[in-house]
């Protein structure tokens, strides 16, 4: 069980890196938001997916 929940961490922290990249910011603001996320495990990823996406071009204009 303990497998399958690091697998899907690892899936969606991929995703999650991906999606940070594709965003019109800096590249400054990529690498900040990308190693916060990476950083912070599980409540990264889940900030980032629902709050954080939609606000990040805000955030690093």
Known sequence: MGT???IIGV???V???LDIIKKPISLVG???TAVIVLATSWIGLAVYFLYAKDR???WFK
């Open 4 to 6: 399958i929940i690091y």
């Open 11 to 13: 899936v969606l922290s």
């Open 15 to 17: 995703i999650a890196v």
């Open 30 to 32: 990529k690498i900040i």
């Open 56 to 58: 990040l071009t805000k």
